[in-house]
């Protein structure tokens, strides 16, 4: 037996007894003939006493420990007298009686504690040490928790939690499949799956009536900054449901997970937003709602005076920022460069202050009488102490902008709290997105997703005004998933791979098995994925989701601890029937 | 909506309720002016009935429903004046007052039944209508069960899930990997794990402590019938514990699960053999328990009487068949046979009946005498009507062939149970396996596993003799798992490399990142991994694991549903620096 106790666990009540403990040294302090050692494990750390008076010899030994060092240690729990109310161990010490260094360690690269002095690189290429590290472990534990929560869930709802397959199809459809050469089948190739669509409408066919599975997927994308190149979903799907069936069900889902894990209980509804009502308002479909500022549109008002920027706009828009009026010249030219960023592509920026003393100032006052402000401050709510800043453009174009500059501002006011969390469904998307470059609509769910019932007759004639019956849920601006209810008919469905330009032959190619299993009776079903890294870095508070992650890989998709991907034998590529054919310049 | 209640909830206490049904077609009977359907979901079947009286032309519409069409109806509960004892709703019925056609079906390729017409191949192809049968079904949903209860148990104990990742890289030992180019970097390739084996040590070095994961496997290998390219593991691991607290933890895993989802309740401790008894008494390392039938040695009684091919043998063995004596010939000629089959190997099979009149006779009487058959009777607790089976030669491959033998004869005396389970930890195994061929030693479990502390001094003496800290835990003859204690030490742990014929640099390029992580302070550690579709498997009592995993792939490692591998446009081969290479003839 290593130990009787962890290091987190013992308190007052255990004075007297005699334990043994097992774990990493923390931290050593020697005071005269004392030596303090701080014990950790998963679980806490625990003071340990080693006096010369006692134990000379072991007091020697103590020493020599070093950081990191694994030890064993048998002792004594004593009251402390200087106790620690920090750690829920800091009542007590364990007076040592016997040690046994386990495994030494040498010196480690860096720190090992909440804050660190190691960078980013070092931290990943050691990442096993940096997982030592309390900060990072709690995010997998509230992981594991997370993940525990919604099976807990969603069993009680009757779902089956069923594994779809890793080896499967390549379709050439949307982002680029990581591939696998087969060797019992020469010159054929595996894909890994972007997720399990077609797999979960299968399993609908099958009369699975609720499915879900947490699950890895795989798009060999080039990384962003958050990306990786294998991720989690919660993917999940249901049987004869209308949206409002899932919307319940998923909206269930996320309440359970705030109040299991975070002990938030969300009582009332989650709100309800169109698409196009996010766009006009928040200029995005995954608007941040913990703060307001919605934008104020002022075209009408601002043609027509003589000042070109605005009346050749196609669109004037405005964020209403409260209790700015007083911003610096500088203050005011961050935010001009803020928005003129390559990143977000604004020409300019204008403002309007309407000052706490009643009267008002704008970067456009030569264009504008006082009157014609206040009368875009009334209708942007504008009181006293605010600030107008004013974009305009192309619609779609400045409303992306507009939105960028409103996340600035809630950022400034300090309106993002990461621990505040403001959920969100986003409804009625449209169905397609028409891509100029290569003139043709795509889907912009995917090509399973149903119209919304009342615009199918505008399917050829109106095509990119109809809504799709999708859904996504946002919280604090991110994306945390979304679905659809699918096409059900294979009649439908060919209309829709028609409409997005795919062959009978291409479809046929490439879902054949969905189009087939659609002619032996499918129900209707709809469901949704959330991601699941994405959902764990939201409630840890972090902006990244590779923080959540036990071992990501770095932005050219390496992982630089076990140094993959590499080159493989001449034998291996040889039983595989491939060749390495490197571009002849790099 | 679409229905208010499913197809297995209905009972006479719903009487007079309106309710809507939705499902498929399971059976249609006409009976003059009533016709009777019964509708199918995940959750049962009830009885719908429409009545010509009633409603002419609904009566009509039901006429014209084929099998598998997917419906909604709505309709009163009734109770039936016949009713049907064998399904949960057989006491009611469904006036019905209304039908929609909600998708319909092509006829089948084959029956919606528990035993269906059919074959394997074509059930492969349509395997979303193979998953409609409810046989099919209740393996995954044991499945989804078994997989809920494994994850309680485990968080219940403090243990941790965490994701480890799928693109790794490639360590050519053992089984071939499954290889995947990667694009951002040319000619380098991911490997997809063969088992998280490192990464889980790894985790232990990084303090959490108790770690598990039920995640996905690869191995490229040749496949036999019951293996898959892509399987299932329950993997975890331990830290600060020796083999006892393995075995305790995981022991508990497994009573767990039967508890819970067989509703089977093992109050005693599993009984534990050793390596070397189950190879002298059952001539497996994974002995199926269920039944007794344990080897008896001979050798020394049958020598010396001039029976060259016992004499000559290194090992004479013998299974004591109960109440077998009156086996005729032609049985025997079978059981001859069987053992001659080129899969066992035997040269021949000997036979001693202990006749219920206490006579004895003997397929070797021309060399013994009754007397000395007697004595071999006695050695093995024959007792009158019992059937002595013999093989001899060499020691480890007769104990293999003795081995089949024993299993025929179990499972023709149906002492082979699929719902009787019997469990057992097989403990001791030795470190190294000698192989002829290559003239040096494999680690029979892997390289990570730590020796017997006892054994260590031999090493490098007596190296074959040397048991490792490794144990399989046993269920009717199937190994469901097994692991080891670990090293934790990187100086032991480079002998074993050595011992194992990698050379520094080998073993630096392979499991460099895990040495590296052994000098920051590794903690003793252990773990063990099940075979979950094995486990899942067990418990439905099947053969084969093809049957519990929802879309398997053949013995050529196809899906044959999806038409995968595949192969992949040129243009993709190019962005992967990839060819392929065909071989000239083929």
Redesign the interface.
């Known amino acids: 037996?290593?130990?009787t106790n962890?290091c987190g666990e013992l308190r007052i009540s255990n004075v007297g007894s005699t334990v043994i403990l097992?774990?990493?040294v923390q931290r050593i302090r020697k005071m005269g003939g004392m030596t303090f050692v701080d014990l950790?494990?998963?679980?806490g750390i625990t003071q340990l006493v080693f006096n010369s008076d006692v134990n000379a010899d072991l007091h020697e030994a103590a020493n020599h420990l070093g950081r990191?060092?694994?030890i064993q240690v048998t002792g004594t729990v004593a009251e402390r007298s200087s106790k620690n109310s920090n750690i829920p161990t800091g009542d007590i010490e364990i007076i040592a009686s016997d040690l046994k260094v386990?495994?030494?360690?040498?010196v480690?690269p860096f720190t090992i504690e909440d804050e660190t002095d190691g960078g980013d690189d070092l931290r990943m290429r050691?990442?096993?040490?940096d997982?030592?590290r309390g900060s990072v472990?709690r995010n997998?534990?509230l992981?594991?928790r997370m993940?525990?929560e919604i099976?807990r869930y969603l069993?009680s709802k009757g779902f089956?939690?069923?594994?779809?397959?890793?080896?499967?199809?390549?379709t050439?459809e949307g982002a680029?499949?990581?591939?696998?050469?087969?060797?019992?089948?020469?010159?054929?190739?595996?894909?890994?799956p972007q997720s399990p669509q077609?797999?979960k409408q299968?399993?609908m066919?099958?009369?699975?009536?609720r499915y879900f599975q947490i699950v890895?997927c795989?798009r060999?994308e080039?990384?962003r900054a958050d990306r990786q190149?294998?991720f989690?979903q919660i993917d999940c799907e249901m049987s004869?449901?209308?949206q409002e069936?899932v919307l319940q069900m998923f909206e269930g889902l996320v309440k359970h997970i705030f109040k299991y894990v975070k002990d938030i209980d969300f009582t009332e509804p989650f709100p309800r937003m169109t698409w196009a009502d996010a766009m006009r308002l928040y200029g995005s479909d995954k608007p941040d709602t913990r703060f307001g500022m919605e934008f104020v549109e002022l075209k009408d008002l601002t043609v027509g005076k003589g000042f070109s920027v605005m009346d050749d706009a196609e669109y004037v828009g405005a964020i209403v920022a409260p209790g700015c009026a007083d911003y610096t010249r500088k203050q005011l030219d961050q935010l001009t460069d803020f928005v003129k960023r390559s990143q977000i592509g604004a020409k300019g920026m204008m403002w309007v202050k309407f000052e706490a003393d009643g009267s008002v100032k704008s970067s456009v006052s030569k264009f504008y009488g006082e009157d014609e402000l206040r009368a875009w401050g009334e209708r942007g709510n504008a009181k006293p102490g605010d600030l107008m800043l004013i974009l305009c453009g192309q619609t779609m174009r400045t409303r992306k902008q507009l939105c960028e500059l409103r996340l600035e501002m809630g950022s400034r006011l300090g309106l993002r709290d990461p621990q505040n969390f403001s959920c969100l469904w986003v409804v009625d998307f449209p169905l397609f997105e028409w891509d100029d470059e290569t003139q043709r609509y795509y889907a912009m769910h995917h090509p399973f997703t149903s119209p919304n019932p009342e615009d199918i007759d505008k399917l050829d004639s109106d095509t990119g005004a109809v809504r799709a019956t999708a859904y996504d849920m946002v919280v604090n601006g991110n994306e945390l998933g979304g679905g659809s209810i699918r096409i059900?008919?294979a009649k439908l469905q060919d209309k829709m791979f028609r409409l997005l330009g795919l062959s009978e032959e291409d479809a046929q190619y490439k879902f054949?098995?969905l189009m087939n299993?659609?002619?032996?009776?499918?129900?209707?079903h709809g469901g949704l994925a959330f991601g699941f890294d994405r959902f764990v870095s939201i409630l840890a508070g972090l902006d990244s989701i590779r923080d959540v992650?036990?071992?990501p890989?770095n932005n050219?998709?390496?992982?630089t601890?076990?140094?993959?991907?590499?080159?493989?034998?001449d034998s291996?590529l040889q039983?595989?029937?491939?060749?390495?054919?490197?571009?002849e310049e790099?």
């Open positions: 037996m290593f130990r962890t097992a774990g990493w950790r494990d998963r679980y990191e060092f694994v386990l495994n030494r360690s040498d480690p050691y990442r096993y040490l997982l030592r472990r997998l534990e992981r594991h993940a525990f099976r069993d089956l939690e069923v594994e779809t397959p890793v080896l499967i199809k390549s050439p680029r499949d990581f591939v696998v050469p087969s060797r019992m089948n020469p010159g054929e190739f595996y894909a890994l077609t797999f299968l399993l066919v099958s009369g699975f009536d890895k795989f060999d080039d990384l190149p294998e989690t004869f449901v209308e069936d059900h008919d054949g098995f299993a659609f002619k032996f009776g499918a129900p209707p992650i036990a071992f890989k050219s998709g390496r992982d601890m076990i140094d993959a991907p590499s080159r493989i034998d291996q039983e595989l029937c491939i060749d390495v054919v490197l571009p790099k």
